[in-house]
């Protein structure tokens, strides 16, 4: 793929899945979302779009070891977001279950995308 097209698509993504919480944020239902929901959502989907980008400059550099960088830039992610939950909820005092749910409606619709980008980009070299 490529980075203008990725970039784009990511951006649209982004505010796709900003804006549930956002109308949420104006709802008569604000106690649904964590205060520091907006730290969250930037610290992972900007972790997202750091992943994506250095998997898709590697990619540029060598094919071969695709598969490779996609495992190793997802297992990053996944080891700095549960550190980041760590440092969350040890420091800051939290609801514990708004802050989970929080977190992981941000985290799972960011991998989802990660691996959209994987299945789009496979499918790519099997036409080719």
């Not at 610290?43 to 490779?68: P, R």
């Not at 549960?82 to 609801?95: E, P, R, S």
């Not at 995308?113 to 036409?127: C, D, S, V």
Request: hydrophobic residues 60%; contains cysteine; positive net charge.
């Amino acid at each position: 793929m490529k980075l203008r097209t990725v970039i784009l698509s990511f951006l649209l993504f982004a505010v796709v899945i900003a804006t549930p919480p956002l109308l949420v944020s104006k709802s008569v239902h604000v106690a649904w979302l964590d205060p520091h929901f907006w730290i969250i959502f930037g610290f992972v989907t900007g972790l997202t779009f750091i992943t994506i980008i250095s998997i898709l400059v590697v990619t540029k550099i060598n094919k071969e070891i695709y598969a490779q960088t996609f495992l190793a830039a997802t297992m990053v992610k996944l080891l700095t977001c549960l550190f980041f939950c760590l440092f969350f909820l040890v420091k800051i005092k939290v609801n514990g279950v708004i802050f989970v749910a929080n977190f992981f409606y941000v985290y799972f619709f960011n991998l989802v995308f990660e691996i959209y980008g994987l299945l789009r980009t496979l499918r790519n070299q099997k036409l080719k």
